[in-house]
């Protein structure tokens, strides 16, 4: 018999906070769902504190979640925990989940704050979030650039005063391997009553380490990883929870525990995570990417012919791909279209939504001949992505003749006011942006234009990915459609309407990331 190794996932959280990736509590609910069928342990799903938005998204699915621990973050302040412990009132499993920083840089330059009054207010936050719940988390942030020393002495004192997990996170991913893993060993060793909690890991993928550090500590006691899906998170992300899961699958000759997760889910979520923030997976991406199972050589190809483990350590499908059958058509019916939205996890809010989605589909169909599940998938959050626009697409018109300069003709509503206008551009989708700005006047910058196809086949869907900027506010928009340019137009839009009327989630001054 093996250990269990806990599966504790923020993408939610720490995922959301990457650049431009702010999801809307309807796309968290979307997440939530598909890392429940999963069978992650831990689901952090916000920062409560940090907004209303954040507050209530926390809220809905604590209540929503049955079968997975739902974590709140919180500063080592009472209001934070307050804050948490309301948020996450009523869910089947709670747990709030308290960090400080303990490092020498972080405790002199952002707390201002000696180690004995960091230690004190620990001791104090830890006791707090205990007369809420016995599920209590502490997390010494910076803990890769702290010394042994303090670390001894801070975590003995918050395990006294009733954390029963502990988490070491390498916040700025500076640890090497070796070193993280023999941090975990020797505090495993030297605390007095580190038997009475669990140790884990959180780590950042700054010098490309965070999978591999996660493994080390793993194998030096640590029984809890924190990760994300496509390990996606702050600067250069966290680990990813599908090579860490992967890893000790693949490996069970050296690693001593095993996780719970129902693997063949990893694909699907990957790919909704993808889809909702507009982060493409890199084709060559660990486990995940398009290329992951893929063969070109010559001598591979005989070699996966001939017996797959010659090249192949993993079965593609046991992580969840050639699932993606074509089941649904143009001769489907509104209760076929309900279910396979059921079966993969996606839920609409009423009818009328539904209904929406439907009619997207039966278009869809006529113009495309397969459709597949990542087909489904862009189509509803391209339909949950138009419900509260201010700014609409009405029409779009693009002229591209050889020697002339492309033209197209827009027209948009906003706040119902249809307005009309063309313009010229270096290509078709630079005259749409164009014509779009002239009517908008929304002072951004176009940081990044993706495109990806969502399936395969010259009838595929684009889906195009946008990254604006204005005033140091970024967000991401997405848009799918068979016609790249029509898809460019609706990710532009997308993104506007987020930028116009951002959603609030102001970090409280003084708050820190783990």
């Known amino acids: 018999?093996?250990?269990k190794l806990i599966i504790f996932d923020t993408t939610l959280r720490d995922g959301e906070q990457s650049p431009g990736a702010s999801m809307t509590k309807d796309e968290k609910i979307r997440i939530a769902i598909a890392l429940e069928k999963m069978r992650v342990d831990i689901i952090e799903a916000g920062f409560p504190i940090a907004s209303p938005g954040d507050f209530d998204a926390v809220h809905t699915i604590a209540h929503l979640i049955k079968d997975c621990t739902v974590c709140g973050l919180a500063r080592a302040l009472s209001k934070d925990i307050d804050c948490a412990a309301k948020a996450l009132k009523g869910a089947a499993s709670a747990r709030i989940h308290v960090f400080i920083a303990t490092s020498r840089v972080h405790m002199e330059n952002k707390l201002h704050k000696s180690p004995d009054q960091v230690l004190e207010q620990a001791v104090t936050a830890i006791k707090r979030a205990r007369q809420y719940t016995d599920n209590v988390e502490f997390s010494a942030e910076d803990a890769g650039r702290s010394t042994p020393e303090f670390l001894c002495r801070i975590i003995e004192a918050v395990i006294a005063a009733g954390a029963r997990t502990i988490n070491i996170p390498d916040t700025v991913g500076y640890t090497l391997p070796e070193q993280?893993?023999?941090?975990?060993?020797l505090l495993r060793e030297r605390i007095p009553n580190s038997d009475k909690a669990i140790f884990s890991t959180h780590c950042h993928n700054d010098l490309g380490l965070a999978v591999a550090n996660s493994l080390a500590a793993v194998m030096n006691g640590a029984r809890?990883?924190?990760c994300t899906i496509n390990g996606l998170g702050e600067r250069a992300g966290n680990a990813a929870l599908e090579e860490v899961a992967m890893a000790v699958k693949t490996r069970q000759d050296i690693f001593p525990c095993h996780t719970n997760l129902d693997l063949t889910q990893i694909v699907k979520c990957s790919r909704l995570v993808s889809n909702i923030t507009g982060f493409p997976v890199q084709p060559n991406k660990a486990i995940v990417g398009a290329n992951a199972f893929a063969h070109e050589a010559g001598i591979h190809q005989d070699g996966v012919l001939k017996h797959r483990e010659t090249y192949e350590i993993m079965?593609?499908?046991?992580?969840?791909?050639n699932t993606n059958r074509m089941v649904l058509g143009k001769h489907s019916g509104r209760n076929a279209f309900r279910q396979r939205l059921k079966e993969l996890g996606i839920v609409l809010n009423s009818e009328e939504a539904l209904n929406t989605a439907f009619s997207r589909f039966k278009i869809l169909a006529d113009k495309k001949h397969d459709i597949y599940d990542d087909d489904l998938q862009a189509?509803?959050?391209?339909?949950?992505?138009?419900e509260?626009?201010?700014?609409?697409l009405i029409s779009l018109k693009v002229c591209v003749e050889t020697g002339e300069a492309p033209e197209a003709h827009v027209t948009i509503s906003i706040d119902g006011k249809e307005q009309s206008i063309g313009a010229t551009g270096s290509g078709p989708v630079d005259a749409t942006f164009?014509?779009?700005?002239?009517?908008v006047k929304s002072d951004t910058s176009l940081l990044v234009y993706s495109v990806n196809n969502i399936t395969n086949g010259t009838d595929a869907q684009g889906e195009v990915g946008v990254r604006l900027e204005k005033k140091g506010s970024i967000v991401n928009g997405q848009g799918a459609d068979t016609d790249i340019v029509v898809a460019s137009a609706k990710a532009y839009l997308n993104a506007l309407n987020k930028i116009l009327r951002p959603v609030e989630r102001q970090l409280p001054q003084g708050s820190g990331s783990v």
């Open 388 to 392: 509260y626009e201010h700014i609409k």
């Open 180 to 185: 993280y893993g023999q941090l975990i060993a």
């Open 315 to 321: 079965r593609a499908e046991d992580v969840g791909w």
């Open 224 to 226: 809890q990883v924190e």
């Open 434 to 439: 164009k014509a779009i700005e002239t009517l």
């Open 1 to 3: 018999m093996t250990d």
């Open 379 to 386: 189509l509803v959050s391209d339909t949950l992505s138009t």
